[in-house]
């Protein structure tokens, strides 16, 4: 995936877990970090919400981070108490520099925090493929779903995949209201809480896999489609 010239990428996500629970005050003061700022200039709270099922369900919504935002919303950088996602939207960028990055945002929230022990990392890939009145979906993609009906309105495809005992893969295939084809690669791996300067150490380690699954994946069509011959 790393020769597209033309764009089927809806969103790049980027995720690191850690071993720690981080103070909110402290994450705030991350996010008024000036490497930061430069980067995100807007900034919001971030909420997960926990629901309560019973006699009177209730659900209870607790501060656990913030959302990151570049000037133009294309960057995304979501920081939680476990947990940092950077997120790129409707454009391709190298997983160099994508790493580059992430290396940056990781160091500024080392110097905070002192070292992380990293638990677990992932890269995920989210594709649309417009798919013209009159085309199938297996002129762009290698897997056929073969059913008696044919009355369906979508499809849907997920499996996954183990590559080593660190790590594994998941797919998902479909295709939206629009009858457009979306794939989603993600592809992570759990680790032992290592401790890293650098976040893309390890981060590359996933390259060579996702791309793999994409290039097995897609046709010599979409290939075309896209100007990755």
């Keep these: 995936m790393d020769k597209i010239l033309k764009n089927p990428i809806r969103e790049i996500i980027l995720s690191v877990s850690f071993d720690k629970n981080l103070d909110i005050g402290k994450l705030e003061e991350f996010c008024e970090k000036q490497v930061i700022k430069n980067d995100f200039p807007t900034s919001s709270p971030g909420f997960d919400a926990k629901l309560n099922l019973g006699d009177l369900p209730s659900s209870e919504f607790n501060h656990t981070g913030f959302i990151l935002k570049s000037k133009e919303s294309k960057n995304i950088l979501n920081v939680k108490l476990g947990k940092i996602s950077y997120h790129i939207l409707d454009r391709y960028e190298s997983y160099d520099s994508i790493l580059d990055k992430l290396d940056k945002y990781w160091g500024a929230l080392q110097s905070i925090f002192d070292e992380l022990a990293i638990t677990n990392i992932s890269a995920r890939y989210i594709n649309q493929i417009k798919v013209l009145s009159g085309e199938k979906y297996e002129e762009y993609i290698r897997i056929k779903v073969n059913t008696p009906f044919d009355n369906i309105q979508s499809q849907f495809v997920n499996f996954s995949l183990i590559n080593d005992s660190n790590i594994k893969s998941n797919v998902i295939i479909a295709s939206n209201k629009d009858k457009d084809l979306i794939l989603d690669i993600r592809v992570e791996k759990d680790e032992k809480k290592v401790l890293l300067k650098n976040?893309?150490?390890?981060?590359?380690?996933?390259?060579?896999?996702?791309?793999?699954?994409?290039?097995?994946?897609?046709?010599?069509?979409?290939?075309?489609?896209?100007?990755?011959?």
Excluded: C, Y
């Design 199 to 229: 976040i893309s150490d390890i981060f590359i380690e996933l390259r060579p896999i996702k791309n793999n699954i994409f290039q097995k994946l897609v046709t010599e069509k979409t290939k075309e489609k896209f100007e990755m011959l």
